[in-house]
């Protein structure tokens, strides 16, 4: 059974940084394109970032501001979120998607999730 499991949220302030991590079993990352999205309350659920082996995309919000990277040997994903702001506040969500891949940024491309980590930025 695919898992995918996110850490790393919390709450920290305007400016602060924060590293998501999201491990899988039953499931090879290094095969996968994997993304980030954030749902705020209220909002739809948007695409933050995703890595596969052809190289990296973000969202135009967070830019120059939050990485994301993989360890394969770890079967693992990151995202370094820096410079945070109050409207970065969201659940955040990993997902991965098998190939063929389809689009990067709509979350319906994606085929398995995690269970979402909080992430709170206060001003």
């Known amino acids: 059974q695919v898992q995918l499991v996110e850490s790393g949220g919390g709450l920290v302030q305007a400016g602060g940084s924060l590293r998501l991590s999201c491990a899988a079993s039953?499931?090879?990352?290094?095969?996968?394109?994997v993304g980030w999205f954030r749902q705020a309350p209220g909002k739809e659920r948007e695409f933050v970032a995703a890595i596969s082996w052809s190289g990296s995309n973000y969202a135009d919000s967070v830019k120059g501001r939050f990485t994301i990277s993989r360890d394969n040997a770890k079967n693992t994903v990151y995202l370094q979120m820096n410079s945070l702001k109050p409207e970065d506040t969201a659940v955040y969500y990993c997902?991965?998607?098998?190939?063929?891949?389809?689009?990067?940024?709509?979350?319906?491309?994606?085929?398995?999730w995690g269970q979402g980590t909080q992430v709170t930025v206060s001003s």
């Open positions: 997902a991965a998607d098998s190939p063929p891949w389809r689009s990067t940024t709509q979350a319906t491309a994606y085929d398995y």
């Open positions: 039953s499931l090879t990352f290094s095969r996968y394109r």
